[in-house]
């Protein structure tokens, strides 16, 4: 199997990540390989198509004339992890490939989007919780159940979203520092569906480009948020004293609505979760 140099792998993500930055699908293609397979259910046509408008979305909204920084965090011949920044410093994005013989990136071989993250939340006069999450999309099937391998492992809860296609596998593990790590994860589909084995990294605190105390700030019926000079913010959901909920996809600080708000959650470049409830 072929290893890259360093310097190699940096120059062809480099490259891959600036063709898609100038929706260059025929050159972003150049990069994957031809035993790619599926990614997160999808194959290699799709996945781009889908990257092409998040990038779209991105690019104009966190880069300066798209330039960025790119960090090669952990890589060997199989795999590379790396993180873009914008020229600030700010996180972007943040990727997990596989490679092939050749050095070209291949799909993950699944048919779910998993998203490890923390789940930090802050309610008024109580003491800050943080629990484990693994967030798994769906895209034809339904889940059954989720189970991390591990002796570790206690509290683990179950749900859907109820908003979109989203399982919350929620777990916290003893003695627990929250620092990254990697965990295998048996997900079973319902039905007549084998289960899906899955290395997964638990994002954590000693993530180079993690950033404490995201919270969001409420004011009334107005949210603020400082996504300037720590991480860019990809979501927000917000409860107002209605009960309604609302959803905002890279949103802009503040955020105002007409009726007191009483609860949000924001999630940062690091996927990471910030609950406050008020």
């Known amino acids: 199997m072929l290893m890259l140099s360093l310097n190699k792998l940096e120059k062809q993500v480099h490259q891959y990540l600036s063709a898609m930055i100038r929706s260059d699908e025929k050159v972003a293609r150049q990069f994957f390989s031809a035993n790619f397979g599926i990614n997160a259910s999808q194959t290699l046509s799709q996945y781009l198509v889908q990257q092409l408008n998040e990038f779209a979305e991105k690019a104009p909204k966190y880069l300066v004339k798209n330039q960025f920084d790119l960090q090669i965090i952990?890589?060997?011949e199989s795999m590379v992890h790396y993180c873009v920044l914008n020229t600030s410093g700010v996180l972007i994005l943040e990727h997990i490939w596989a490679l092939d013989g050749k050095g070209l990136f291949v799909g993950d071989q699944s048919q779910f989007q998993v998203i490890p993250k923390l789940q930090f939340c802050q309610k008024t006069g109580q003491k800050e919780t943080i629990?484990?999450?693994i967030a798994i999309k769906t895209f034809d099937v339904s889940i059954g159940k989720v189970l991390p391998l591990s002796v570790d492992i206690f509290d683990l809860?179950?749900?859907k979203s109820d908003f979109d296609d989203v399982y919350n596998c929620r777990f916290k593990m003893v003695d627990d520092?929250?620092?990254?790590?990697?965990?295998?994860v048996n997900i079973y589909?319902?039905?007549?569906?084998?289960?899906?084995?899955?290395?997964?990294?638990?994002?954590?605190?000693?993530?180079?480009?993690?950033?404490?105390?995201?919270y969001p700030d409420i004011q009334h019926n107005q949210l603020f948020f400082d996504a300037?000079?720590?991480?860019i913010v990809t979501a927000v959901g917000i409860v107002t004293e209605d009960k309604k909920y609302h959803f905002y996809k890279f949103p802009d600080s503040p955020i105002k609505l007409n009726i007191?708000?009483?609860?949000?959650?924001?999630?940062d470049g690091n996927d990471h979760d910030w609950a406050l409830q008020l």
């Open 157 to 159: 809860k179950l749900s």
């Open 260 to 267: 007191p708000i009483v609860a949000a959650t924001l999630m």
């Open 131 to 133: 629990n484990r999450c």
């Open 74 to 76: 952990r890589y060997d």
């Open 177 to 184: 520092e929250f620092n990254g790590k990697i965990l295998p």
């Open 189 to 214: 589909p319902v039905g007549n569906y084998p289960p899906e084995r899955r290395q997964v990294y638990l994002k954590g605190k000693d993530h180079p480009f993690f950033q404490s105390s995201m």
């Open 228 to 231: 300037e000079t720590k991480s």
